[in-house]
């Protein structure tokens, strides 16, 4: 036998949890309690590992341990051993035909609140086995948590900054000039652009998706923009637009009901026309899972989104 895969056989995985546990709960006896062991056998573990390693995992201050430097290192490479295991067995699960499988899906915030459910309930409704969790955050966190390997993919509607993911352009969603239903516009077929600058506007947060389009179209008309009010989420905007607040522009299948339901009216901006992209994001080299095949499958056959016109005129 190899000696080098005779010395890897001191260590083992359950080792390695004992690590981890005793890592968050800070001593022997609550990790004894929480992983159904004996102290002995706990701190067993702990010596074996820093007899493998040849160093110290951890220090005892104000009678708790706590991580040396050379533990904290370990504690990191710990966690990354452990996604791999959960990848792999989501990928060895693959094998009976899907009559399991996970998926965990990040989403951007417009993305996750109004487009991915119902993606996500046509999906439940062909593969039910399947077990998907779902993050919704902003586009710089899904993109921190794919990087981590937290998260399986990511759906996004601003950019991603890291070469490590790959990006796959997967819709476009069509921007619209909101106004109250008592707004005097409402009674005009559209409006000229600089008749933007008369009104008070309402934005969403910086970094959204809509506001770098409207910051990268509409650069000059943004610069002397009335911004009566930033809000750092849709749901506020659309309120506030609502109240008559001001005006706003926003993603179409972000205010479809109010549109429909006359709480909210759509105007025509003369010349212009905006979109946002939608695009799929994961980790170059992932190990793309039976499971993550077929959802990724599953937005591909809705890869453009759209929704009937409700502008004025």
Known sequence: MDDSNSKYSDMNVYQLRTF???EKKG???RTAQELYLTQPAVSQHIKALESFYGVGLFDRVDKKLVLTEAGKTLYHYTGLIFNLINETKRAISDFSELKRGSICIGASNNIGVYVLPSILGEFKNG???INIQVSIDTTRVIEQKLLSNEIDIGIVEAQVRS???VLEHWGAEKLILITSAMHPWTQLKS?????LLDEPFIVGGRGSGTRRVLEEKMPNVMKKMNVYLELGSTEGVKRAVEENLG???CGEN??????KSGQLKAIKIDGIELKKNFSIVYLKGKVITLAMKKFLGSLHDKSTIRRPSLIQG
């Open 247 to 249: 005006i706003s522009i």
């Open 163 to 165: 070469s490590d993911l």
């Open 20 to 22: 981890c546990v005793l």
């Open 27 to 29: 001593s022997v006896s």
């Open 191 to 195: 409006i000229k652009p600089d008749m």
């Open 254 to 259: 972000t205010v479809s009901r109010e549109l």
């Open 127 to 129: 593969f039910p086995q």
